[in-house]
């Protein structure tokens, strides 16, 4: 008889729920027949890449027989230049979730406490519980992370906590202020990383940039991402900034070549093409725009975002809709498992695939 292999698995794996990926195109294209799907549900760029990191791309295809850089040294290099930091603050990981996860496994073991707010990124939950720590979630306030309660949940066991600015699904942000307090009180050997994914989106003026803020506090680490603004989701690169004794032990746990070589040029190439993010930014700007406008018009709820997604209230189960939703070739993302049942999370995509999901939304709501 086969071991009963859940038993031995470690405390936090024998319960753990993989996170759900959004419907590939090609899948629902193929289930209904379709060749026009209109994919608004991970908060890809509508726009790509730009000709520069498409190009950077090509290249390096060509080295493929090689390993990559291990170090990332040309990317670090552009990094360490645009953000104003010595390289060896740096740490790359394959996508921003890589990081998330190499700051838990240097830092965090079973003994440890975790804090996070409800409603917050699902991947803090998933990397807290894969170190069998003990996840602390704090009430959200206003759809948003409460930082004083965040703050406040700080015991002698907490070990890191995370903070998305602006946070998924919510699109909410925390104010340079408010964050600044929290920064303030947290003792220096709780880690707090700030995921700035959707940070190149960010218009408002009290946002805070936290990169900035590294000499003045050396339990910060900053993550950001190629996925979103610079639209190379599925190349899968992104990075960390913090204390240089702090990235060393990140990188301890890194795998040698975690960052394949065409993330690794397209990703440096994309950070030189200024024009091509500030047209993405553009695009999301009118698209947001375009978005909120037509809830407004339909009398629907939604939160504000500082991000390329909005989350709208449709008034009854988010999975109804979804599901309606895509029987009209629109996907789009239920939320309910972030504790939001009657929102649906839209990312801002192109004019045309807006108003395709705006018209499908009015004929599944009618
Ligand atoms: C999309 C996203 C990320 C980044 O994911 P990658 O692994 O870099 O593709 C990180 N944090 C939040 C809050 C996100 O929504």
Excluded at 119 to 142: G, K, M, N
Excluded at 150 to 170: C, D, E, G, H, Q
Excluded at 191 to 205: H, N, R, S, W
Excluded at 341 to 353: N, S
Aim: hydrophobic share 45%; glycine share 6%.
């Amino acid at each position: 008889m086969a071991c009963d292999f859940i038993s031995i698995a470690t405390k936090g794996v024998q319960t753990l729920k993989p996170y759900q990926p959004g419907k590939p195109v090609e899948e629902l294209e193929r289930e209904l027949g379709l060749t026009d799907v209109v994919k608004l549900a991970s908060n890809e760029s509508p726009l790509g890449p730009g000709a520069a990191a498409r190009a950077a791309a090509g290249a390096a295809l060509e080295n493929m027989a090689r390993y990559p850089d291990g170090n990332g040294t040309v990317l670090k290099q552009t990094l360490a230049r645009k953000l104003g930091v010595s390289e060896e603050r740096l740490v790359l990981g394959n996508g921003s979730n890589d990081v998330l996860e190499l700051a838990v496994r240097a830092f965090v073991t079973a003994e440890h406490e975790v804090i996070f707010s409800e409603h917050a990124f699902a991947v803090y939950p998933l990397a807290t519980q894969a170190a069998s720590a003990r996840a602390v979630v704090t009430p959200a306030r206003d759809w948003g992370h409460d930082l004083a309660a965040m703050t406040k949940a700080v015991s002698a066991r907490t070990r890191l906590m995370f903070i998305a600015n602006p946070n998924n699904p919510t699109g909410t942000w925390v104010s340079a202020k408010a964050l600044t307090r929290l920064m303030e009180r947290v003792p220096e050997d709780v880690l707090v990383v700030v995921d700035e994914a959707y940070c190149d989106y960010v218009d408002a003026p009290d946002y805070p940039d936290c990169v900035s803020w590294l000499e003045r506090h050396s339990n910060l680490i900053v993550t950001r991402t190629f996925s979103k603004a610079y639209g190379l989701a599925g190349l899968r690169v992104g990075y960390a900034v913090a204390h240089p004794q702090v990235a060393d032990l990140m990188n301890r746990v890194r795998q040698p070549f975690n960052v394949n070589s065409v993330a690794l040029a397209a990703a440096a190439a994309a950070l030189e093409d200024d024009e091509h993010l500030l047209r993405s930014v553009a695009v999301n700007r009118s698209g947001m725009m375009q978005l909120t406008r037509a809830f407004d018009a339909m009398g629907l709820d939604y939160i504000p975002s500082a991000g390329n997604f909005v989350s709208v209230d449709v008034g009854r189960p988010g999975g109804e809709v979804f599901d309606a939703l895509l029987r009209r070739g629109v996907i789009v993302r239920p939320v309910d498992n972030y504790g939001m049942p009657h929102h649906l999370r839209v990312t801002v995509g192109l004019e045309q695939e807006n108003t395709r999901f705006i018209e499908a939304l009015k004929k599944v709501l009618a």
